[in-house]
């Protein structure tokens, strides 16, 4: 069998200039995508919004369990004991004075 001996003169060269091209392309789409995650993800913005909303949310919850804490102490201290039957006495005495009539 016998070597090729014709040089690939235009074929080659088309193909070098495609290939580079399409390298080319690919790259700037890499590195625009690349560019546009970064000012997503690393954004001054970004971070800021998400330690505000952290925040919000304990203080909220922290509020929450104090508020409720309090309610649970006016229901059993003294003073909102005493008020409850003071209330029930007068409530039954005019109930009773109503049934007299």
Do not use: C, P, Y
């Not at 003169?9 to 088309?14: C, E, F, H, R, S």
């Not at 690349?34 to 509020?63: D, M, P, Y």
């Amino acid at each position: 069998m016998k070597a090729h001996t014709r040089k690939h003169g235009k074929d080659t060269a088309l193909l070098t200039t495609v290939a580079e091209s399409i390298g080319s392309a690919l790259g700037t789409i890499a590195a625009k995508a690349n560019a546009a995650q970064k000012v997503i993800s690393r954004s001054s913005a970004v971070h800021v919004v998400e330690r505000e909303g952290k925040r919000l949310a304990r203080k909220s919850r922290k509020v929450a369990r104090k508020t409720k804490k309090a309610a649970a102490n006016l229901k059993r201290s003294k003073a909102a004991k005493a008020a409850r039957r003071g209330l029930r006495r007068a409530s039954s005495s005019i109930k009773r004075a109503a049934r007299r009539r």
